[in-house]
């Protein structure tokens, strides 16, 4: 497992019908779209996958579905974002199962444990769920940061494989980078950075916009690893304000409506999330329609 986490790895969305039931077929759909494209890796039931709207049953299902279409061609990363040891535990062991290749693991959040208490939580969910773990850097959300100090105490731990970093200090990415040890992936996780990230040390990175424009993160990821930042630096510009339309508060809902407008229902993100207001919608189609994205017929609502 060591090493399998790097380029571009699509942070998946959870579509939803209708009813507002998982809709399978509708997921089977946008993985295979992924793969066409080339991505490195599926993230299933993250933050654009609503993981807090979802039971643990839907989550396991949906990651369920996801490594029967992928049929090993990439790995499957699933979501766990329990505070509980033993919950998120249990989550992971689930996800093993169904023959997930590692999970997600956030720090335990509201509750506010020590930083020792966070390093314990990560080190057993790997030791009880015999899965490997990849953690979660994200302190905005969780209020809590994964320093290069708290990732020393990581590094060493049996099944701990990799690093998602939501931060926005890239200096500090890539000191954790530097001091990882082979076969540890660094990865990013906010788009509007990764090229950048990637110059400074980055693996790959778990991505929202691949959702919706999985061919051109390929090609930066392979750009900027392989002899053209430059081209790789016009592309993210080019997606830059696409970027900024949608990813605002009540993410994904703004994600799934976007991807409506280019001719990929998902339905909508399950409340509390609203859906967009008239002038972003404006702004999103906007932005979609200067990238030649926007689908022929458009929906009479968003």
Same mark, same amino acid.
Request: hydrophobic share 45%.
């Given at each position: 497992?060591?090493?399998?986490? !790097?380029? *571009?790895?699509t ?18 759909? @946008?993985? !295979? ?26 989550? *396991? ?27 998120? *535990? %249990? #989550? !992971? $062991? ?7 290749? =590692?999970? #997600?693991?956030?720090? /335990? ?16 969910? =790997? ?12 302190? %905005? ?16 731990? /049996? ?10 200090d ?9 001091e990882?040890?082979? &076969?540890?992936? *660094? ?10 990230? #990637?110059?400074?040390?980055?693996k &790959?990175?778990? +991505?929202? =916009?691949?959702? #919706? ?11 900027? +690893?392989?002899?053209? /930042? $430059?081209? %790789? ?5 080019? +997606? ?10 009540n ?13 990929? /229902? ?10 967009m207001?008239?002038?972003? !919608? ?5 932005? +979609?329609?200067?990238?030649? @994205? ?6 009479? %609502?968003?």
């Open positions: 497992m060591s090493g399998r986490f !790097a380029g *571009v790895i942070s998946q969305v959870t579509p939803f019908d209708d009813r507002d039931d998982l809709d399978e077929a509708t997921l089977r759909r @946008l993985i !295979a779209r992924q793969l066409d494209a080339g991505v490195s890796g599926i993230l299933m039931v993250g933050n654009c996958g609503e993981f807090t709207g979802l039971t643990d049953d839907e989550r *396991v299902r949906a990651a369920a579905w996801a490594v029967e279409q992928v049929d090993g061609r990439v790995p499957v990363m699933a979501g766990d974002f329990h505070s509980s040891t033993s919950q998120a *535990v %249990a #989550l !992971a $062991r689930r996800y093993r199962e169904v023959g997930a290749d =590692a999970v #997600l693991v956030v720090p /335990p959040y509201f509750i506010r444990p020590s930083m020792d208490g966070v390093v314990e939580y990560f080190g057993e969910v =790997a030791a009880g769920s015999g899965l490997p773990v990849v953690v979660y850097n994200n302190p %905005a959300r969780t209020g809590l940061d994964l320093t290069p100090e708290v990732m020393r105490q990581l590094y060493g731990i /049996p099944g701990i494989v990799g690093l998602k970093d939501c931060t926005r890239l200096a500090l990415m890539a000191r954790k980078a530097q990882a040890p082979e &076969g540890f992936s *660094v990865l990013y996780g906010d788009d509007d950075m990764f090229l950048e990230s #990637l110059l400074m040390g980055a &790959g990175g778990v +991505l929202a =916009a691949a959702n #919706l424009v999985p061919d051109l993160l390929v090609q930066i990821y392979r750009d900027a +690893l392989h002899g053209d /930042p $430059r081209r %790789a630096s016009e592309i993210q510009n080019r +997606l830059l304000p696409m970027i900024h339309s949608w990813y605002t508060a993410h994904p809902a703004p994600l799934k409506e976007a991807m409506a407008l280019m001719g990929l /229902p998902v339905g909508r993100a399950r409340k509390p999330l609203q859906p207001r008239p002038q972003q !919608a404006e702004e999103v189609r906007r932005r +979609l329609s200067e990238l030649g @994205l926007l689908a022929r017929h458009q929906p009479d %609502a968003v």
